[in-house]
């Protein structure tokens, strides 16, 4: 008894932490957006200044610059979820900054019958492990790709990693080498899967892990 309200009491303080870090993401990614709009018109008055006075070579430079600044707003991911998208996008954010090359599918319907809390901490903790396993490998090694989506009248869940050796199971679980916080973030997401009575598999090969979760949509 003492032992599940000490897990219980960590699960509310991990998922509020969890809320609070991406609510503070999702309004940095929407305030960037808002702000680029802001400085349409600036940056049209800056290059028609530059382009009057013949300075080709700068206005060429400035639409250089704004390009890449626009590409990072274009690749935010946009499933129709705002939390989802702010834990996407500042996971994804990371496999950047780690050089982890991503391929990324994701689509959320309108309505779903899985708390977005739940299911954030189901798409938090397996990035987290996707992306420590990448970091872990050679550069030339990385890869992670995801894949959320509809399948027949179910939410599918797919993400598969590059990683080391292939892991032992053991009563269910695989072993880690990295301490209980990331045994624990697995053991989270098999627990919100068995709340909402869906599936979710895991399989660990030489170079490779990919976990796969489908959730009732009804």
Same mark, same amino acid.
């Given at each position: 008894?003492?032992?599940?309200?000490?897990?219980?009491?960590?699960?509310?303080?991990?998922?509020?932490?969890?809320?609070?870090?991406?609510?503070?993401?999702?309004?940095?990614?929407?305030?960037?957006?808002?702000?680029?709009?802001?400085?349409?018109?600036?940056? @049209?008055?800056?290059?028609?200044?530059?382009?009057? +006075?013949?300075? =080709?070579?700068? &206005? #060429?430079?400035?639409?250089?610059? $704004?390009?890449?600044?626009?590409?990072?707003?274009?690749?935010?991911?946009?499933?129709?979820?705002?939390?989802?998208?702010?834990?996407?996008?500042?996971?994804?954010?990371?496999?950047?900054?780690?050089?982890?090359?991503?391929?990324?599918?994701?689509?959320?319907?309108?309505?779903?019958?899985?708390?977005?809390?739940?299911?954030?901490?189901?798409?938090?903790?397996?990035?987290?492990?996707?992306?420590?396993?990448? @970091?872990?490998?050679?550069?030339?090694?990385?890869? +992670?790709?995801? =894949?959320?989506? &509809? #399948?027949?009248?179910?939410?599918? $869940?797919?993400?598969?990693?590059?990683?080391?050796?292939?892991?032992?199971?053991?009563?269910?679980?695989?072993?880690?080498?990295?301490?209980?916080?990331?045994?624990?973030?697995?053991?989270?997401?098999?627990?919100?899967?068995?709340?909402?009575?869906?599936?979710?598999?895991?399989?660990?090969?030489?170079?490779?892990?990919?976990?796969?979760?489908?959730?009732?949509?009804?």
């Amino acid at each position: 008894m003492l032992l599940q309200k000490l897990i219980d009491k960590r699960i509310e303080s991990y998922q509020s932490e969890l809320i609070e870090k991406y609510c503070a993401e999702v309004e940095s990614m929407y305030t960037k957006m808002r702000g680029w709009r802001h400085d349409y018109h600036n940056h @049209i008055q800056a290059m028609q200044a530059s382009m009057a +006075l013949g300075r =080709y070579e700068e &206005v #060429k430079e400035y639409l250089h610059q $704004l390009n890449d600044d626009l590409t990072n707003v274009d690749t935010t991911i946009k499933t129709g979820q705002v939390m989802i998208d702010a834990i996407l996008n500042g996971k994804l954010a990371l496999a950047a900054k780690n050089n982890i090359p991503v391929n990324v599918k994701a689509r959320l319907p309108e309505k779903l019958s899985i708390r977005t809390i739940d299911l954030c901490v189901i798409i938090g903790n397996l990035l987290d492990n996707a992306i420590e396993e990448n @970091i872990n490998l050679p550069e030339e090694d990385r890869f +992670l790709r995801i =894949y959320i989506g &509809v #399948k027949n009248t179910q939410l599918y $869940l797919c993400f598969t990693n590059a990683a080391g050796k292939r892991k032992v199971k053991y009563a269910k679980t695989f072993l880690s080498t990295k301490g209980t916080s990331h045994g624990f973030g697995v053991s989270r997401v098999e627990s919100i899967v068995k709340k909402y009575e869906g599936f979710f598999s895991a399989d660990s090969e030489e170079g490779g892990f990919t976990a796969e979760i489908l959730l009732p949509l009804e």
